[in-house]
């Protein structure tokens, strides 16, 4: 498999609108629609996972950006792509069914709590996952997604995301994940940005 190189400096990130609108979160659709974004995401998580990728089975995809993620990183690695449904919205039931059970998120005062499901068939006994959503902030649904396929017998490879905020440090600690706002260099450069933007606030930022 043949990729160009990720970018340097991961530019990526400043397609990520970071304005402050009172939503508890950012607006994350304008990231997808700038040229070249999802290309640099996607390379620099092919070079993150190079020498676990011949061993991965499938890359696993969170409703409802992280479908995006799963599709262009299946495509780029030839490997199928395993997509975890919020609960109810598969037209399965009973044993097919595989569910993580009810988790709050961030949004649970406001909407209760989630469930993850998936196609029970589909992750079998000692399949390598990497799975992979737009953004991780608290925790809570990569760690019911990576809870369920673990219970289903399959072991999470690794995890990708645009974003890991410091509330999932566990997951960080536990697994090989790829985040690409996770560097020092990065770091920097968004405390400098937001030291630029006078009268801007930037928010308790939550997406999926």
Same mark, same amino acid.
């Given at each position: 498999m043949s990729t160009p190189p990720p970018p340097a400096h991961r530019p990526y990130l400043q397609a990520v609108d970071r304005t402050d609108r009172?939503?508890? %979160?950012?607006?994350?659709?304008?990231?997808?629609?700038?040229p070249g974004a999802?290309?640099?995401?996607?390379?620099?998580?092919?070079?993150?996972?190079?020498?676990?990728?011949? %061993?991965?089975?499938?890359?696993?995809?969170?409703d409802a950006l992280g479908f995006v993620l799963a599709g262009g990183l299946a495509a780029l690695t030839g490997k199928p792509a395993i997509l975890l449904r919020k609960g109810g919205k598969l037209a399965l039931s009973g044993p097919e069914l595989a569910s993580s059970g009810t988790f709050d998120?961030?949004?649970?005062? %406001?909407?209760?709590?989630?469930?993850l499901e998936v196609r029970r068939d589909l992750v079998r006994r000692g399949m390598r996952l990497i799975v992979v959503d737009e953004w991780i902030e608290t925790?809570?649904?990569?760690?019911?997604?990576? %809870?369920?396929?673990e219970s289903l017998g399959a072991e999470v490879a690794g995890i990708g995301?645009?974003?890991?905020?410091?509330?999932?440090?566990?997951?960080?600690?536990?697994?090989?994940?790829?985040?690409?706002?996770?560097s020092d260099e990065v770091q920097a450069q968004y405390e400098k940005e937001d030291e630029d933007r006078e009268g801007v606030t930037r928010p308790a930022s939550r997406s999926g």
């Open positions: 009172s939503k508890g %979160r950012y607006e994350l659709t304008s990231f997808f629609a700038t999802l290309d640099g995401l996607l390379c620099d998580m092919v070079g993150h996972f190079s020498g676990q990728l011949p %061993r991965v089975d499938a890359i696993v995809g969170l998120d961030y949004a649970a005062a %406001r909407e209760g709590g989630k469930a925790g809570a649904q990569m760690g019911a997604a990576v %809870r369920l396929l995301t645009l974003h890991l905020g410091a509330g999932a440090d566990a997951l960080w600690a536990a697994y090989d994940v790829f985040a690409a706002n996770r």
